[in-house]
């Protein structure tokens, strides 16, 4: 699928939004078949198990192993059923991770179409690219930088009393936006000297705990992915009006 020329941002936007909450339901579906193959294979007394089991090549070899369990176990209805749930699982798994990867190829395609200021972020793929570009919708909505960050819930809420000045945690705002920043924040602070990993020990260094270090990277993020994000606008909004 190839975007023209003429594309309205929010068109765009919204064919991005739809296709990755299409692979994340998809992913969810993947994980509770997951679960159940692994409660199957526990009832069944399979001791050893792929740790990955979302690849086609571990999801076979437990469908293989079904049906070579169904032959010894064909005349006990109680082991029989598991045996059965335990195949279906592994198909579904098939089945589930397939629509997965053609959702993610889609994604790529209309992630290309929009630009590539997002995937030069370290930490984000053209699945987190485009969950960001769904998920934030018009940027000419936000005042500012900061005021898309309180839209992803990355800004702290005031909480101030008198000549107390403090601050609490956000939970509110889009937590699809929350949740992609978090993911681009683990992948920076995973790479040693990388800009985000330093920042991360600094805010540590000052003796900021973990989730609060790491609350203080995604803030800074939200800010790049603001300036990002206006960048991929501005040009699609660009093209629109030269077509």
């Known amino acids: 699928m ?16 739809l296709r ?32 990955d089991l979302t690849s086609r090549k571990a999801a076979r070899l437990v469908a293989d192993t079904a049906l070579r369990f169904r032959d010894e176990v064909r005349l006990h209805a109680a082991a029989s059923a598991i045996v059965d749930d335990l195949q279906d699982a592994a198909e579904e798994i098939l089945r589930l991770t397939a629509q ?13 179409e929009a630009g590539s200021d997002l995937l030069s972020v370290h930490g984000v793929s053209s699945v ?22 309180a839209k992803c819930g990355a800004a702290p809420v005031p ?11 956000n939970r509110g705002g889009d937590r ?33 705990t973990h989730p609060s270090a ?8 939200a800010t790049v992915g603001y300036y990002r994000l206006t960048a991929v606008q501005n040009r699609l909004v660009i093209a629109d009006v030269a077509a």
């Not at 909480?159 to 945690?169: E, K, L, Y």
């Open 214 to 221: 790491m609350r203080c990277l995604k803030r800074q993020l």
């Open 176 to 208: 699809q936006l929350n949740r992609l920043l978090h993911v681009i924040a683990i992948a920076q602070v995973a790479t040693k000297d990388h800009a985000g990993r330093l920042y991360y020990d600094r805010k540590r260094g000052e003796g900021k």
């Open 128 to 149: 987190v690219a485009a969950g960001l570009i769904g998920h934030a919708g018009d940027l000419r909505n936000y005042r500012n930088a900061g005021a898309f960050a």
């Open 159 to 169: 909480c101030s009393s008198g000549r107390h000045v403090a601050v609490r945690v």
């Open 100 to 112: 997965i990867r053609s959702e993610e190829r889609q994604l790529k395609l209309l992630v290309t």
């Open 2 to 17: 190839r975007v023209v020329a003429g594309f309205h941002p929010s068109v765009l936007q919204r064919a991005l939004r």
């Open 20 to 51: 990755y909450d299409r692979r994340d339901r998809l992913v969810r579906e993947r994980t509770r078949a997951v679960n159940r193959l692994r409660m199957a294979a526990v009832l069944l007394g399979v001791a050893e198990l792929p740790r």
